[in-house]
T-cell receptor, first 115, second 116 residues
């Protein structure tokens, strides 16, 4: 079974703090993704990575950065957290390949609250 | 750019009955994949079913089946013999095939409640 884990289920931070959200997958997947999920908006892609040290912006990258130093780990960084970044954050991974059409497997999510 | 529309925010169904969740999408692509994902109250998102656009046959997975109408750009999910464990949020998603690093585009989701 594919397993995608996220470092925290719930996180509370203060405005202006630097926040790290960690994601680890154990299936040697090439691709990893960060989404945020908000009521009425569905899932929106923040960043994704198709290889170690590679990253690409998704649809809403502003205010976020990412790091992928090892294949199994993909970190989402909020350089200076703001209240409008309060959300559920979902990590996902999938096998690689030219067409990137493999199923994405999701982690349990991190509910981040920024006060 | 692709868009995915799930116009019904909520639905309710009696246990053991059949329910259909609607999804439409907009794209200029000819080859693509469509997905339905399920997110139970515990929040782990899992794949329910996927459909390749080049296949005319509708995908089925046990009690779950789709009605894929390519010309109408419609991709509905039918759940037969609904069970309490089907209570969840369901997301329709689109992925184009052409080129590398294609991304999933999600609809806004629909909350399905199965009543005992």
């Amino acid at each position: 079974d594919v397993k995608v884990t996220q470092s925290s289920r719930y996180l509370v931070k203060r405005t202006g703090e630097k926040v790290f959200l960690e994601c680890v997958q154990d299936m040697d997947h090439e691709n990893m993704f960060w989404y945020r999920q908000d009521p009425g908006l569905g899932l929106r892609l923040i960043y994704f990575s198709y290889d170690v040290k590679m990253k690409e912006k998704g649809d809403i990258p502003e205010g976020y950065s990412v790091s992928r130093e090892k294949k199994e780990r993909f970190s989402l960084i909020l350089e200076s957290a703001s209240t409008n970044q309060t959300s559920m954050y979902l990590c996902a991974s999938s096998f690689g390949g030219l067409y990137l059409t493999d199923t994405q497997y999701f982690g349990p999510g991190t509910r981040l609250t920024v006060l | 750019a692709q868009t995915v529309t799930q116009s019904q925010p909520e639905m309710s169904v009696q246990e053991a009955e059949t329910v259909t969740l609607s999804c439409t999408y907009d794209t200029s692509e000819n080859n693509y994949y469509l997905f339905w994902y399920k997110q139970p109250p515990s929040r782990q998102m899992i794949l329910v079913i996927r459909q390749e656009a080049y296949k005319q046959q509708n995908a089925t997975e046990n009690r779950f089946s789709v009605n894929f109408q390519k010309a109408a750009k419609s991709f509905s999910l039918k759940i037969s013999d609904s069970q309490l464990g089907d209570t969840a949020m369901y997301f329709c998603a689109f992925m184009k095939i052409r080129g590398a690093n294609s991304k999933l585009t999600f609809g806004k989701g629909i909350t399905l409640s199965v009543r005992p």
